[in-house]
């Protein structure tokens, strides 16, 4: 069988990585679309480096950006995957309220440009779409495929148009265009500004007596979180059916932000109501309450159940969070750009 060939957006956040790992292990080629910055943010991706001179190499890095179309279409013709994986938006919903144009510049409008450079290469490719529980905002649970949008944020109202582009290019094109719905997914990879790698941070700090207080916003939104290196196989099992549908991933489980602070903090045998204060400015101007998916029709159709609960995942992030401070406190030397660097300027 011919190795199949992907490109995936947004290869350096927390779930590119993941599925890089994952469809690398499946044999593929694994081109990556690396937004230009001034400093290096491959970290998450360096351990998957192979030197682009050795003829086995199957992971590669190009320069390119959803807001710009002209280059999408080009990456498209030169690449020539089998399957596309849209991961890229501006994806943090407090960032959203601040920044709305920008958010939905890349997180909609950078969708339809993908889609219709699709189309206009006449790309054989089956197209997968990053979706968010975010979209149901204020619909009370359980969410799933059938239930009515109330994005109550930006990034939120903008994943929904998204979601509907998506399906619009299906129905009226006849691409092979699925949405993952995917519900809060976390790991040790996970942006340090998001709640959980936030939490996780600081209560290992706290331990190690690097820090003493953590500053959150509201408490009591509640939330399903799954294990990210779990969910990327959900979305690679969804290019994999006959015919393109949408599916929910979750885990059917509903915490709060306090339960996942409670369980971090108890791991290492602090109690948190010691450590973590309230701050105003994490709060958002309009609050979703309550998320939790049903995710029955992709464990139907899909065969897809997830393992790792709220609970299990603080442990893990916990673990992490600390053998990486040990690592650091072990290590004098320099810190040296990785290979990957210098993979991703070409």
Known sequence: MTAKTALITGITGQDGSYLSELLLHKGYTVHGVVRRASTFNTCRIDHLYRDPHDPDTRLF??????????????????????????????????????????????????????????????????????????????????????????????????????????????????????????????????????????????????????????????????????????????????????EPDDYVVATGTSYSVRDFVEHSFAHLDLDWRDHVRFDERYLRPAEVDDLVGDASKAEQVLGWRPKVRAPELARLMIDAERDALLRNAGSTAPAVPSPAHALASH
């Not at 054989?124 to 204020?138: H, I, N």
């Not at 265009?177 to 809060?184: E, T, Y």
Request: with cysteine; charged share 20%; glycine share 8%.
């Open 61 to 242: 890095l190009h320069y390119g950006d959803l807001t710009d179309g002209s280059r999408i279409a080009c990456l498209l013709e030169q690449v020539q995957p089998d399957e596309v994986y849209n991961l890229a938006a501006q994806s943090h919903v407090r960032v959203s309220f601040d920044e709305p144009e920008f958010t939905g510049d890349t997180t909609a409008l950078g969708t339809t440009r993908l889609l219709e450079a699709i189309r206009m290469t006449g790309l054989p490719c089956r197209y997968y779409q990053a979706s968010s529980s975010e979209m149901f905002g204020a619909t009370p649970p359980p969410q799933h495929e059938s239930t009515p949008f109330h994005p109550r944020s930006p990034y939120g109202v903008a994943k929904v148009y998204a979601y509907w582009i998506t399906r619009n290019y299906r129905e009226a094109y006849g691409l092979y265009a699925v949405n993952g719905i995917l519900f809060n997914h976390e790991s040790p990879r996970r942006g340090p500004t998001f709640v959980t790698r936030k939490v996780a941070t600081a209560a290992a700090r706290i331990k190690a007596g690097l820090q003493d207080v953590l500053y959150l916003g509201n408490l009591d939104a509640r939330r399903d979180w799954g294990y990210a290196a779990e969910y990327v196989e959900a979305m690679w099992l969804m290019l994999q059916q006959e």
